[in-house]
């Protein structure tokens, strides 16, 4: 064990993981964190608290982590590089060790010109693939990125932050034949888990997986596929149409289209997904990445048949 | 008019044209403070030789001559201008007549003037007659002033080579190459394919008076890969089988015939993918290669796809169709915006093919081919002209008539020879001035099916008429240059390149002896296009500069 | 005396229209200076105009597609559309330059297109130029 | 080169307010070249502050000049007269420029016309498009020539984010080429793409903007006094 945390010991002990996202407010309002943890608690075994995602200004995610994990659900910290350099993250990382967080995931970051802040200059002064060799080395090697010791003074205990650590993934981005070549690269750097980019294309995503079976790559990293469930057809044709890297396929669409109940049936082709993720070799787990609508993860973990989540000690 | 010498002066004409009398002149060339002879009616030429000897005997250099308007001005100008042994560009011309109808309201029409704008009161030389004066006087000492500032401008002699260079030994190549030679031209006929050209030359040339042997150098299997000088002093670097070859020509004529457009490669418009949408005649021999295992095998044939086929073209796809629905069970679809079939035997033909089956989608607009969702093949999206809305369907096969692709052989050939291009890639800029032969490069002509031109007689024709201007320019052995080219302030030139990008004619250049630009005199045509781009203000058009133009702005 | 609107005229066409104008009141009204080609003015040359006194100036080019020397009208086009979008920007009326197209024979033209610029200039603004506030419709009058 | 834009005429404007007499002075290199600053564009924008003057009845002298570069100081000597008759110089040059003419003249106030935008090149006429961060180490070496640097909208020099379709950056999927598509197709056409399965490891960017100002100094070009 690297870490000896919650997601770490589900993944090693072989049970198709589950993991959902929870964003934190763009308000110092605590409420509403202990809320979202509350639908998630007992249905998942970690949940990502994401970093000012889009690039938009939110509670900062350890923070938002630590509330969270007092609510009782394991974080799993996202860091990107777009606003710290490497002393702050480091610095960061320490800080959420001390407070108890024993997930990572590194990112590049969103570009701020998604954010509401598009005038910020941006740092990426490392990127995620150089964060993760980053935490590794802090890890294993007990060093910071300069080589030195993670020690408080020369007579002090080396006290080395001992997180379980994180990569995304998105097969969908251009050049397609790159994408693996990436997460080879991630690996190495020193992920231990992968999550992807939200999934609805489950040809490419199905080819991808075939690539990174051919390279051995599942053998050497868990792999937890990412889903978002749909919730209308402006979202599905939203996510379509403007979120680069994304591909909806059109009978998704028809589908929400035919029905009254869109949102039930998002549920139900997302329950779908799942059913067929599991069934691909090398999926370790699924990322459930439900926008603003943490409520619905519950019914799909159910509705998929992976409740009750294991307790491990 | 303050300045002026007595080496210029004004020549005054009586032509009736300028709409000055006699009397109005003389009381004009009191009042111009400059220099000036009244002349009859120079304009008709008769009077020109004595005018020339008198003039002479004024000593002027350069002189200005005030009568009729400047069109009819052109020749009497240049003619005046060898009278006085003067350059041509130290004779200026200047269009009394404006003067003269710029100032006829002075006359019946200020009465009326008068109570709606007192702007006219106010003029100077309120008179008819007077202010009909003044206005010409302004105009004069307007133009003496532009020629003040205009410095002295030499001439050059520049021999022209009497050789001709013709690329390609198609039709209009080889009918191009023949004229030259009957004409006393030595011509190098270079041909990229090695089989192409002497069978060409021995098809067309058999039976005529010129044989291919006299005059005309045939370089098989070679190709052009660089041009260098300009009009009159070309050097060609040929690529032959035999090495490199150095060929010094006055003129360059292209007769590089039809572009292949076949390879994907050809242009980011062409909408071939090497695949299964191919160039029309390669689509039988691709369907033959089909597996069989299908229930129905459809084909496209697509027509008009960027610009309207010709009759022949049409022809051609309404044969092929006919012959792989027929023939060979494929379920062929001709798309076509509005087919040629004025001719008689076409209406037939298409007449046929629709009999047989072949189905026949009338589209609007674009056509966009790509991989079909399902399985292989292409689907073809287009709005049916019937229908009004998008339609798509899948083929096994699309084959595209070629007819008005760019292609990227023609693009290599015209950067070769710094030729510009039209609108659909064809090898002539689309302007009237350039019709039928020339090109944006003094000294380099076109002709042929490169030009757009595919109907064999007509096409004759023109390589004929082609040949005989390159004959026109080079025929009298030296070209006569006045030395009125921009001049490059070296010290200011920067070397952002924008003249030489700017340039129409290709007559900029970096003088690397000097690290600046410079102009070649043969080949720059005056326009001052590069000094109007010139961000460093370094380039000057002697006859035009900066302080000639603001001149002329009271 | 007034200054009058400078008419840059290409010697290939406008210059040839101008020569077959009957109207006083349009030759009386403009300032002619020939060009080889409306490719050769500058920005800079038709700001000195105005700066000069000029209340207008005009470049009078063959149309785009025929011009002799190929790119000179075109050239000369986006040329005169940044002189206008100086103006603007520099508080002045854009419509005191303008560029059009005419051939040889477009005398009628030619007298047409003065006369609108001298309507333009009386006018002060161009008629659409609603949008102006009124102080700056109201000073425009003056010129 | 160094590549600029002209600020807008309103800021150009206001920034000269109160001047009585200024001296709009061009420079004859880089930002002739992009068409920015050079002779040409010091001219225009001298009589452009003059039409604009005349037309809010401001009474404000402008004169123009234009030197070969503003970035050495032997250039200034020949305009050495006309800076000191001026209050104040518009400057055309880049930064550069604009700051050296102030050291050069200590007492002037000299104003900036120009935005400085980037190192770049010429990619057509009137188009110019960034090439180099100016970062001080240079990796093109290692990525066929293209640099992640100046042309990842990140940086990232280990492969491209999740934003790169169909050959485009998502920060401006119109008109910005995605820098890591085009470092695949380089090397991908060199037979080098093994070069992209090495991770880069964090690099120092202390050569660059982030060490502070930059100073070289060629010891051998010296001049002993």
Same mark, same amino acid.
């Given at each position: 064990m690297k870490a000896e945390s919650n997601l770490e010991k589900v993944l090693a002990a072989g049970h198709f993981a589950v993991t959902a996202e929870l964003g934190p407010p763009k308000?110092?309002? #605590?409420e509403v964190i202990a809320a979202k943890a509350g639908y998630l608690k007992g249905k998942v075994d970690a949940v990502n608290i994401t970093d000012?995602?889009?690039a938009i200004v939110r509670m900062s995610s350890i923070a938002a982590g630590v509330l969270a994990r007092q609510a009782g659900v394991e974080p799993v910290i996202q860091i990107t590089c777009?606003?710290?350099n490497r002393i702050a993250i480091q610095s960061d990382v320490l800080g959420a060790y001390a407070l108890g967080v024993r997930n990572i995931l590194c990112l590049t970051g969103?570009?701020?010109?998604?954010?509401?802040?598009?005038g910020a200059k941006n740092v990426f002064d490392l990127d995620s693939i150089q964060l993760i060799d980053a935490l590794k080395g802090m890890r294993d090697?007990?060093?910071f990125l300069c080589g %030195?010791?993670?020690?408080?003074?020369?007579?002090?205990p080396v006290v080395e932050p001992k997180i379980f650590i994180g990569a995304a993934a998105n097969p969908?981005?251009?050049p397609f034949e790159f994408r693996v070549i990436r997460l080879a690269k991630k690996i190495k750097a020193g992920a231990d888990f992968i999550q992807t980019q939200c999934i609805y294309d489950m040809e490419r995503f199905e080819e991808w997986m075939r690539q990174v079976r051919e390279r051995g790559l599942h053998k050497q990293v868990k792999i937890l596929a990412g889903l978002t469930p749909l919730k209308s057809v402006g979202m599905a044709k939203y996510m379509r149409d403007? #979120?680069?890297g994304l591909s909806v396929p059109d009978y998704y669409i028809r589908r929400l289209e035919g029905v009254k109940d869109k949102a039930a049936e998002g549920i139900k082709i997302c329950v779908e997904q799942i059913k067929r993720l599991r069934e691909? %070799?090398? #999926?370790a787990g699924i990322h459930l990445m439900a926008i603003e609508w943490e409520k619905m993860v519950p019914q799909i973990v159910e509705e998929a048949g992976l409740l009750p989540r294991p307790v491990l000690n | 008019m303050s300045g002026l010498k007595a080496d210029m002066g004004v020549v005054l004409c009586t032509c009736a044209e300028s709409r000055f009398s006699r009397v109005e002149l003389e009381r004009m060339k009191s009042r111009l403070g400059a220099p000036a002879l009244i002349e009859e009616?120079?304009?008709?030429?008769?009077r020109l030789q004595a005018a020339g000897a008198r003039l002479r005997k004024q000593g002027w250099g350069k002189l200005l001559l005030a009568g009729c308007p400047l069109q009819r001005q052109a020749e009497p100008l240049a003619a005046l201008a060898r009278a006085c042994g003067?350059?041509?560009?130290a004779v200026q011309g200047l269009d009394l007549s404006f003067a003269a109808r710029a100032s006829e309201?002075? /006359?019946?029409a200020r009465a009326s003037e008068r109570s709606g704008a007192p702007r006219a009161s106010e003029?100077?030389?309120?008179?008819s007659a007077k202010g009909k004066t003044a206005e010409a006087v302004r105009a004069i000492q307007k133009g003496l002033e532009a020629l003040r500032l205009q410095p002295p401008i030499q001439t050059r002699r520049v021999a022209l080579h009497p050789a001709v260079l013709v690329v390609g030994a198609g039709p209009a190549g080889v009918r191009a190459a023949s004229t030259l030679s009957a004409l006393g031209h030595p011509a190098f006929l270079v041909e990229r394919n090695e089989a192409k050209g002497p069978e060409a030359l021995r098809r067309l040339l058999s039976?005529?008076?010129? /044989?291919? /042997?006299?005059g005309i150098t045939l370089l098989a299997g070679?190709?052009?890969?660089r041009l260098q000088g300009q009009v009159g002093g070309f050097t060609a670097l040929v690529q032959t089988p035999q090495g490199e070859k150095r060929l010094e020509c006055g003129a360059v004529l292209l007769a590089?015939?039809?572009?292949?457009?076949?390879?994907?490669?050809? /242009?980011?418009?062409?909408?071939?993918?090497?695949?299964?949408?191919?160039p029309l005649e390669e689509l039988a021999r691709a369907a033959s290669r089909?597996?069989?295992?299908?229930a129905v095998r459809s084909l496209a044939v697509v027509l008009d796809y960027r610009l309207d086929e010709t009759k022949a073209s049409t022809e051609g796809a309404l044969r092929l169709a006919l012959a792989l629905q027929r023939e060979q069970g494929f379920q062929v679809h001709l798309f076509c915006r509005?087919?040629?079939?004025?001719a008689m035997e076409l209406e037939k033909l298409y007449d046929r093919a629709r009999d047989a089956g072949v189905d026949i989608i009338k589209y609007e607009g674009r056509l966009r081919m790509r991989?079909?969702?399902?399985?292989k093949g292409v689907e073809l999206a287009y709005t049916d002209s019937i229908l009004r809305t998008v339609v798509s369907l899948d083929c096994e096969l699309a084959g595209v008539s070629p007819y008005g692709l760019a292609s990227a052989a023609e693009a290599e050939t015209a950067a070769v020879f710094g030729v510009t291009l039209d609108?659909?890639?064809?090898?002539?800029?689309?302007?009237?001035?350039?019709?039928?032969g020339e090109t944006n490069r003094p000294g380099i002509f076109v002709a042929g099916a490169c030009r757009g031109q595919d109907y064999l007689p007509q096409l004759l024709l023109e390589a004929e008429a082609t040949a005989l201007a390159a004959h026109e320019l080079l025929a009298p052995g030296v070209l006569e240059v006045e030395l009125a080219h921009p001049v490059v302030d070296a010290d200011k030139c920067?070397?952002?390149?924008t003249c030489v990008r700017s340039c129409p004619h290709q007559a900029m250049y970096v003088d690397r002896a000097k690290g600046a630009a410079a102009a070649s005199p043969e080949a720059c045509?005056?326009?001052g296009i590069c000094a109007g781009e010139c961000p460093a203000k370094a380039i000057e058009l002697p006859a035009w500069s900066d302080s000639i133009l603001l001149s002329q702005v009271r | 005396m007034d200054k009058r609107i400078v008419a840059f005229c290409c010697e290939n066409s406008a210059l040839r229209a101008a020569q077959n104008v009957e109207d006083p009141a349009v030759l009386e009204a403009v300032e002619l200076v020939r060009l080889?080609?409306?490719?050769?003015?500058e920005i800079g040359l038709l700001l000195q105009c105005l700066e000069r006194g000029h209340p207008g100036v005009l470049v009078l080019g063959c149309p785009v597609d025929n011009c002799k020397f190929l790119r000179g009208s075109s050239r000369a086009r986006k040329r005169v559309d940044m002189t206008r979008k100086i103006l603007k920007e520099a508080?002045?009326?854009?419509?005191?330059v303008r560029m059009d197209f005419l051939s040889s024979l477009d005398a009628h033209k030619f007298q047409r297109i003065v006369a609108e610029m001298r309507a333009r200039l009386a006018a002060g603004r161009?008629?659409?130029?609603?949008?102006?506030p009124a102080e700056e419709a109201a000073k425009g009058g003056r010129r | 080169m160094i590549t600029a834009v002209q600020k807008p005429f309103g800021e150009i404007y206001s920034m000269v307010q109160g001047v009585p007499r200024l001296l709009v002075l061009g420079c004859g290199t880089c930002v002739t070249v992009c068409m920015a600053g050079g002779e040409k564009e010091a001219g225009i924008l001298a009589s452009a502050l003059r039409l604009a003057n005349r037309e809010k009845g401001v009474s404000m002298e402008v004169e123009t000049d234009t030197i070969e570069?503003?970035?050495?100081?032997?250039?200034f000597d020949p305009v050495r007269e006309k800076v000191e008759k001026a209050d104040a110089v518009l400057s055309m040059a880049c930064g550069v420029g604009v700051q050296f003419c102030s050291e050069v003249f200590a007492g002037k106030r000299v104003l900036p016309a120009l935005n400085t935008r980037f190192y770049g090149t010429?990619?057509?006429?009137?188009v110019w498009a960034e090439r180099c961060?100016?970062?001080?180490?240079?990796?093109l070496d290692r990525f066929g020539g293209v640099c992640p640097v100046a042309r990842c909208s990140k940086s990232l020099l280990n492969g491209p984010c999740g934003g790169s379709q169909n050959g485009m950056?998502?920060?401006?999927?119109?008109?910005?080429?995605?820098g890591w598509q085009l470092i695949y197709d380089r090397l991908k056409l060199l037979g080098l793409?093994?070069?992209?399965?090495e991770n880069q490891p964090a690099?120092?960017?202390?050569?660059?903007?982030d060490g502070g100002p930059g100073k070289i100094v060629r010891e051998d070009m010296v001049l002993d006094s």
């Open positions: 308000s110092a309002e #605590v000012n995602q889009t777009r606003d710290r969103d570009h701020q010109s998604f954010g509401n802040h598009r090697g007990k060093i %030195e010791e993670i020690r408080n003074s020369k007579t002090s969908f981005g251009d403007s #979120v680069a691909i %070799e090398g #999926v | 009616t120079l304009c008709a030429g008769s003067l350059a041509p560009s309201r002075y /006359g019946a003029r100077s030389g309120a008179g039976g005529g008076t010129a /044989g291919p /042997g006299k070679s190709q052009v890969r590089t015939g039809l572009a292949d457009v076949s390879s994907p490669a050809a /242009g980011a418009d062409s909408p071939f993918n090497g695949a299964n949408v191919l089909l597996p069989r295992r299908h509005d087919v040629r079939v004025a991989a079909a969702a399902q399985g609108s659909l890639g064809q090898m002539q800029a689309n302007n009237i001035h350039l019709f039928p920067a070397l952002c390149l045509r005056r326009c | 080889p080609c409306t490719g050769k003015v508080g002045l009326d854009e419509e005191r161009p008629k659409d130029a609603e949008e102006a | 570069r503003q970035c050495d100081r032997e250039f010429t990619e057509q006429q009137g961060a100016g970062c001080g180490n240079c990796v950056c998502e920060v401006d999927p119109k008109n910005l080429q995605c793409l093994h070069l992209l399965e690099r120092d960017w202390s050569t660059g903007r």
